[in-house]
């Protein structure tokens, strides 16, 4: 397992993925101030966005619960 918070992992991602922040608000029907958040550490998804996140970014959920 590596050191990532669930921020950073979420922006690694997102870039990989080529997505911009509003490209990723756009797929999941959030705030961009909440994927912001997430992003830099100071808030994280409810369980139920979590799903909608892992869709997004083609991750296993379980992926990103580690980091929650």
């Given amino acids: ?3 990532y918070t669930f921020g950073e992992y ?3 991602k997102r870039k990989q ?3 911009s922040q509003n490209e990723l608000v756009e797929k999941l029907g ?3 101030k909440a994927v912001s958040k ?3 550490g100071s808030a ?3 369980l139920a966005v979590l799903d909608l996140v892992a869709k997004a970014m ?3 959920p379980f992926d990103l619960v580690k980091f929650v």
Avoid: A, R
Wanted: no cysteine; glycine share 10%.
């Fill in 1 to 3: 397992m590596n050191d």
């Fill in 58 to 60: 083609e991750v296993n």
């Fill in 38 to 40: 997430w992003e830099n």
């Fill in 10 to 12: 979420l922006y690694q």
């Fill in 44 to 46: 994280v998804p409810d």
């Fill in 30 to 32: 959030v705030t961009g």
């Fill in 17 to 19: 993925s080529g997505d």
